[in-house]
């Protein structure tokens, strides 16, 4: 029996685990990698490749990067190469009916949520942002709609206290890729017989801006804590200390929640080694490492040591920020 013919779709970090699961399994036969072409980054903005293709390249895959994949060349290209099936692991375009028809065990996708719970672009985020005990990761079959195919597989795992977006992301990408290579035989064969989503369970979880990562001071402490804990690394999250002549940007990368004290919204309530704790419209929460803005990291020790805080002094509930967070 010759090996199972792939062609893989992806362009995040999430996906990079998938293709060099695919890529280490005797079983499977990468004819090609399609990511998005490269963009320019950075502050000089130059042209830099995405995480799969940097990956592709080492494994010494073949790359394709098509503007957009509803091209009919790109179509052509696909037909000629003969796939059985289509893997699509965050790749950041919506594949056409004509190319979803193309294989003929069809395209499957691996989303990182318990479909049909948090379909769309920032499933990992929005589970810790919504206080959820777990999450985990779906092989789902794909068809005309957002994440919303019959599903093939799924595991689940527990947000723990101590995960943040990052570390989710990661246990996740993992989870996925081995889930991945169990799933795609038992597929093929005929082992496994796909059900249908229930849609009146669906929930969306819509792309991340930098302006989600704003604390509101008038929020639960633990809602805060899991913005903190949801928003890293990126969009991070941030605050402003009244100060003068204009507020001073901190960015938040670690804290925790004190149910204890109680103080109005956004006024610090305690400033010592063991963190800043600011009052907000439930519990408190003690920031433990921040950022000045064109500053570095610090623990809240190392940054009092530079910035004294004293009891009393106030975060501002800025409802606009009109500059990006430190980072």
Known sequence: M??????????????????????????????????????????????????????????????????????????????????????????????????????????????????????????????????????????????AGLDTGPILAMEATPIRPDDNARTLHDRLARSGADLLVRTLSEQVSGRLVPRPQPEEAATYARKITKEDGRLDWNRPARELWNRVRGLAPW????????????PMLLKVHEASVRPGPRGAAGEILAADRAGIVVGCGEGALCLTAVQREGGRRLTAAEF??????????CFQNLEVSTREPAG
């Open 2 to 143: 010759h090996p199972m013919r792939i062609v893989f779709f992806g362009t995040a970090e999430l996906a990079c685990a998938s293709l060099e699961a695919l890529a280490a399994t005797p079983a499977f036969s990468l004819l090609g990698v399609v990511t998005q072409p490269d963009r320019p980054r950075g502050r000089d903005l130059r042209l830099q490749c995405s995480p799969v293709k940097a990956s592709a390249l080492k494994l010494g895959l073949p790359v394709l990067q098509p503007e957009k994949c509803r091209h009919s060349d790109f179509i052509q290209h696909i037909q000629s190469l003969r796939p059985d099936v289509g893997v699509v692991v965050a790749y950041g375009q919506i594949l056409p009916p004509a190319l979803l028809g193309i294989p003929p065990h069809g395209c499957v996708n691996v989303h990182a949520s318990l479909l049909p719970k948090y379909r769309g672009a920032a499933p990992i985020q929005w589970a810790i942002l919504n206080d959820e005990s777990e999450t985990g990761v779906t092989i789902m079959q794909i068809d």
């Open 235 to 246: 969009p991070g999250t941030y605050t402003h200390l009244r100060s003068d002549p204009k």
């Open 304 to 313: 009092l040591a530079g910035h004294p805080l004293r009891p009393g002094q």
